[in-house]
């Protein structure tokens, strides 16, 4: 019998995942969480063969928290969902220890597939992603500024692009705000810019928020 947890901050959406897996795992069990706080508790609390994850949550970044849903169960595979774009935020999830990315338009077409292949320890990775990653290993492509960024710094920049102090960011993750400063000028120096309004463009031209 197969365990799912799902972690969305929106009811409805929890809803809908369940009846797009229960279709193809009639005998599955679910849990349910609408926060990083209440994923994180469920995670330490039960054992799950999946667990799927929004990348957008109220309290916590979904790449942030999916470092300690690692360190909690190493084990157990968990699927980034998001609404974002794959082309960029799927190379992300993936650098940072997720088994899989699934578009939220895509979630009726591939999420079962994507399931069953991490359920087997392998990694859901659909081909536009592949090519991405393949394209992100070749040392004469030329590749967007923001691939060059770890994970940490790619989640700092994006939420700096949405309006978001480095006060709050510390506060959000756990960390000091000299930390979380020095994320952001070293991330400033590696992308040639200056400032938060130079961040927030490029963002915005490139897709990376909405």
């Known amino acids: ?12 959406m929890r809803t809908g995942l369940r009846q797009v897996v229960a279709q193809a795992f009639p005998d599955a069990e679910f849990g349910e969480a609408g926060s990083a706080r209440e994923a994180l508790d469920q995670v330490l609390r039960n054992s799950w063969d999946v667990v799927l994850l929004d ?11 999916l470092k300690d849903l690692r360190l909690a169960a190493p084990q ?13 935020y799927g190379v992300q999830a993936l650098k940072a220890g997720a088994a899989g ?26 081909p536009l992603l592949a090519e991405r990653l393949a ?3 070749d040392p004469a492509a030329s590749r967007p500024l923001h691939d060059q960024l770890s994970a940490r710094e790619f989640q700092i920049l994006a939420a700096l692009a949405r309006g978001q102090s480095v006060g709050e960011l510390a506060a959000q993750m756990s ?3 000299k930390t979380v400063s020095t994320y952001r000028t070293r991330l400033l120096k590696k992308m040639g ?10 963002a915005l031209q490139h897709g990376l928020v909405r």
């Open 1 to 12: 019998m197969m365990k799912l947890l799902l972690v969305d901050d929106h009811a409805m």
């Open 55 to 65: 990348i957008e949550l109220p309290d916590r970044d979904g790449l942030d928290l």
């Open 76 to 88: 157990v595979p968990v699927l980034i969902l998001s609404g974002q774009p794959e082309r960029d």
């Open 101 to 126: 990315f699934v578009a939220k338009t895509e979630l009726a077409t591939v999420l079962v597939d994507a399931i069953q292949k991490v359920c087997t320890r392998g990694r859901h990775v659909s």
């Open 135 to 137: 394209h992100s290993l």
């Open 175 to 177: 960390l000091s705000v």
């Open 193 to 202: 810019m200056q400032s938060n309004a130079e961040l927030m463009r490029y």
